[in-house]
Structure formats: C-alpha cells, structure tokens
Nanobody
Framework: QVQLVESGGGLVQAGGSLRLSCAAS????????MGWFRQAPGKEREFVVG???????AYADSVKGRFTISRDTAKNTLYLQMNSLKPEDTAVYYC?????????????????WGQGTQVTVSS
C-alpha cells in the first residue's frame, strides 16, 4: 500500500520559516516527478512546486525565491523549505507523486497524495 505522509506544518508568524516533510512508503519514487500543492480556505488546490528525478524544479511565481523543494531518494522523502512566509501562504499543504518523470502542474496528473498538513501564517 502506497502512502505519503506529510509533517512539519504549524503556526508561524509572518516572515518566519517552516520545513515540511513527506515520507513515502509502499514503493519508491526516485524516478517519478513529485510535487507540493496547497489549498487555502474557499479556494481551489493549486500547484506550488515540482521536482523531477534529476533534481530539476519548477515553482509557482507566488513562492519563487522563498520556497525550496528537495528530495532524499535514499530516505524516500520529499521536503519543502518555506522561508519569508506570508499570511497568504496559509493553506493545507499536500505532497503528491506522479507516474510521470516530468513535472506536472495539474492535480489530475498525480496518482498519489498525502493527507495534507496545515500551515498557518499570522500577520
């Protein structure tokens, strides 16, 4: 059974940092593109960042320069370092794994999802 489990969310003041983790089990995703999405209250889930098997990344403009995605294939774990957080970053953050090796920005292109972790940024 494939599972993605996020952790590291919480409450932080504007300007602060958080590091999210996504531990995968049940299979390895070293050859797959993975990504982070987020969903704010009353809004649709949106793409945040993706990473290919070879480390190539793609960021949404709203987080470029503040967020950094990384992966540890030995640990089968995906990370999201979030710096200079803003209140508008408040959302439930989800990690996802695609069957594709290329970065996907649409939710439908991801086959596996975590349960999400809440990030709240206070002003």
């Amino acid at each position: 059974q494939v599972q993605l489990v996020e952790s590291g969310g919480g409450l932080v003041q504007a300007g602060g940092s958080l590091r999210l983790s996504c531990a995968a089990s049940g299979r390895t995703f070293s050859d797959n593109a993975m990504g982070w999405f987020r969903q704010a209250p009353g809004k649709e889930r949106e793409f945040v960042v993706g990473i290919r098997w070879n480390g190539v990344t793609a960021y949404a403009d709203s987080v470029k320069g503040r967020f950094t995605i990384s992966r540890d294939t030995a640990k089968n774990t995906l990370y999201l370092q979030m710096n200079s957080l803003k209140p508008e970053d408040t959302a439930v953050y989800y990690c996802a794994a695609s069957h594709s090796t290329s970065i996907q920005i649409r939710q439908v292109d991801y086959a596996y999802w975590g349960q999400g972790t809440q990030v709240t940024v206070s002003s």
